[in-house]
């Protein structure tokens, strides 16, 4: 199969015009087309309802309807069940950033991203892994997690097993799939399945959003794991 065919499909959505005309030209090097571009959030959610890409690159912070909006507005609909949005940002630790991962958004690039960057995190997130770092997101959840209610998500985990809750715990922590893997005494593939079994049981789109999912519900606190 060639690589063209391979190629994600992107909309971008930024306020700023020299910011998506240099991340299409960048994009557009590496074989990724850009099919539709967007100046504010409700153009954003029009082209990924008329485009149906495989990724949109969404500005937090947009006229009309801000990207957290429009996020919301593009996963709660038929189309974006299978995109993925990627949180364009000026800065690492945006309030908003947050709460447009607890929407479904996969991950957050700073608008100075290197091109190389980029273009592996168009393709990461098209993959279906999340873009975030652990410890990136783990940063995110404990700065804003803190005064979110949590009582109407706790009774999710029940349907997890110890080992799963185990796991779960761990990659709040930060810890990658194979830090898991020496942590527990498995394998990286026995890690991955647990991992893919969390995700299922829970229906979270990535493991952002189980982050995401085990700071709310108290499963971990920033200071570690909870009793």
């Given amino acids: 199969m060639s690589v ?9 959505a930024d306020d700023q015009m020299l910011v998506r005309s240099g991340f299409r030209l960048i994009l557009s090097s590496a074989g990724i087309p850009v099919v539709a571009e967007a100046a504010d959030g409700r153009e954003a959610v029009t082209a990924a309802l008329k485009h149906r890409p495989d990724v949109m690159l969404m500005d937090i912070r ?17 189309a974006g069940e299978d995109m993925r949005i990627i949180i364009l940002t000026t800065f690492d630790l945006d309030q908003y950033v947050y709460g447009a991962l607890s929407a479904g958004a996969s991950g957050f690039l700073l608008k100075d991203v290197s091109p190389e960057h980029l ?28 005064s979110r209610p949590t009582a109407e998500v706790s009774a999710d985990l029940s349907a997890l097993t110890p080992r799963e809750l185990e796991v779960l715990g761990l990659i709040a922590r930060g810890l990658s799939n194979a830090e898991l893997a020496t942590e527990l005494t498995l394998s990286e593939a026995t890690v991955k399945t647990h991992v893919a079994r969390i995700l299922t049981k829970l229906q ?19 200071g570690g794991i909870s009793k």
């Fill in 119 to 146: 273009i592996a995190a168009v393709r990461l997130v098209r993959s279906g892994d999340a873009l975030l770092a652990p410890s990136i997101t783990r940063r995110l959840v404990e700065r804003f997690a803190g």
């Fill in 4 to 12: 063209a065919a391979e190629a994600p499909r992107v909309v971008i």
């Fill in 62 to 78: 947009m006229p009309e309807m801000d990207g957290l909006e429009a996020t919301r507005r593009i996963l709660a609909s038929r």
């Fill in 204 to 222: 979270l789109r990535d493991r952002v959003q189980a982050v995401v999912l085990a700071y709310e519900t108290g499963l971990v606190s920033p």
